[in-house]
């Protein structure tokens, strides 16, 4: 067994620490976008799946992304089954990478969490808290932990060979654009269809109720984001240092396109338009922060920036009640950053993998591999995540009654309000009551 790095263990620990902070900023993020009536429920969604996809993960998670490969589709799901074997002869990942089994365990766990957090975004207002427990449970098992066994896994950490997206189709995605973003992105759409639209959308304002909520969930996504990106590399070196400078400038640039996006098209320049460009452009870099320079990372932003800024109005075109616009942002801006990949993709990037993109004289291949990774992700992910939310909503109903989302999930599903504004006399009721007071009174 290869003596492990304390340093750069040191390195996975903090980053996967600084990736976990990010469910709660996202929970923090979207909570505040939604109506008054549904804050509590939006970020309980979050909460949940990191309470859940916690324990999957360490269970039989781990194992399906990162045992042996079986035909590069999944990992065994005996190998790792409990964390069996990682205190023992597989307690490092790799000579190549040379520490602890369990500090990549936990890496990647936060990574599974965020990922089944983001597609909560997409039917705010108007889920069952147990259905979309059994929902995420269900689409991670079957989604995406065979999706990070595609793109995560590869020769040499942890798994023999690998998966198909990473060793066969060589397509690059340094931290998840695809596994994380459009595979999210994906659900987050099929679910949004499979519930349908919240009432009065379209037809009645449904405003963030607390743009403080959203700014401080931005900048803890942006914060956190440093490990997920940097992170990734496993190591506390020149590559990791290059993608953290990748990663700021593109976020910088993409807030800087939102908003002069709004300016021209809007007439103003919102701080939720910069909160939302801020999250563009770290979902853009996530594939492309260790194959493009610096300055084709801030193209990246600037494309991402944009092209996501008026993506977020298909919803409306398209009859499509996507509430937090997790498609706009997370399908839409992972799509880009996978394909500029393909055209970006540069000797002078913080790590080279050998294949350039078209601007950079490397023709059209790489794009090609890139198009063919997001092409399947989505597909598979949007298909997947449609018939399991189906057959929840056929069963045990996902969609909330049409009393319960006017009234407010909050108060409905949990028995909470997010704000006491003051307390009501008359026929037993007061603010500090319970529930059952309330609905008896």
């Given at each position: 067994m ?19 902070l ?26 949940g ?8 993960w360490?269970?039989?998670?781990f ?53 089944v957090?983001l ?5 705010a ?81 449904m ?44 976020t ?7 908003l002069?996006?709004?300016?021209i098209?809007d ?8 909160a939302?460009g ?15 320079s ?16 008026l ?22 801006g ?6 500029m ?21 490397g ?10 990774a997001?092409?399947?992700?989505t597909?598979?992910?949007?298909v997947?995540?449609?018939i ?25 599903t ?5 704000y ?22």
């Open positions: 290869p003596e492990i790095d304390t340093g750069n263990t040191a390195w996975v620990l903090v980053c996967a620490a600084l990736v976990l990010m469910t709660p900023g996202l929970a923090l993020f979207y909570g505040g976008m939604v109506r008054g009536k549904s804050v509590l429920n939006m970020m309980m969604m979050s909460f799946a990191l309470g859940l996809i916690s324990v999957l360490v269970l039989f998670g194992s399906l992304a990162f045992g042996d490969s079986i035909g590069g589709v999944v990992g065994n799901p005996f190998d790792f089954w409990g964390m069996k074997d990682l205190m023992g002869p597989r307690a490092v990942v790799s000579e190549a990478y040379p520490i602890p089994s369990l500090s990549f365990v936990a890496f990647q766990a936060v990574f599974a969490i965020i990922t957090a597609i909560s975004g997409a039917i207002d108007r889920a069952r808290f147990g259905a979309w427990l059994v929902f995420a449970g269900v689409w991670a098992t079957i989604v995406y932990f065979p999706v990070a066994h595609w793109v995560f896994a590869f020769d040499g950490v942890m798994s023999d060979t690998g998966g198909w997206i990473a060793n066969d189709l060589k397509a690059i995605d340094f931290a998840g654009g695809t596994a994380v973003h459009i595979n999210a992105g994906a659900a987050g759409l099929a679910l949004a269809i499979v519930l349908g639209k919240r009432i009065g959308f379209a037809k009645e304002p405003r963030p109720h607390n743009l403080t909520l959203v700014m401080i969930g931005a900048g803890l996504l942006w914060f956190g984001w440093f490990g997920f990106n940097a992170g990734s590399e496993l190591a506390a070196d020149l590559t990791a240092a290059g993608v953290w400078v990748n990663t700021m400038v593109a910088g640039a993409a807030m800087l396109a939102w002069a996006t709004e300016k098209r007439g103003h320049a919102t701080s939720l338009g910069a939302s801020v999250v563009a452009g770290l979902v853009a870099i996530t594939p492309a922060c260790s194959s493009v610096a300055v084709g990372a801030i193209i990246v932003g600037l494309v991402a920036g944009a092209v996501c800024a993506a977020v109005g298909l919803k409306y075109k398209l009859g499509f009640d996507d509430s937090l616009d997790v498609v706009g942002v997370h399908l839409v992972g799509w880009v950053g996978t394909l990949v393909g055209l970006l993709a540069t000797a002078a990037a913080p790590f080279n993998y050998g294949n350039l993109g078209l601007f950079y004289g023709g059209f291949s790489q794009l090609g591999r890139q198009f063919v997001a092409a399947v992700v597909v598979f992910s949007f997947a995540a449609y399991i939310g189906t057959i929840i909503n056929k069963t045990m109903g996902f969609r909330c009654s049409e009393e319960e989302e006017i009234t407010g999930v909050d108060l409905t949990h028995a909470e309000s997010a006491e504004l003051g307390s009501f006399t008359g026929a037993g009721y007061t603010s500090g009551a319970s529930r059952k007071e309330r609905v008896d009174a």
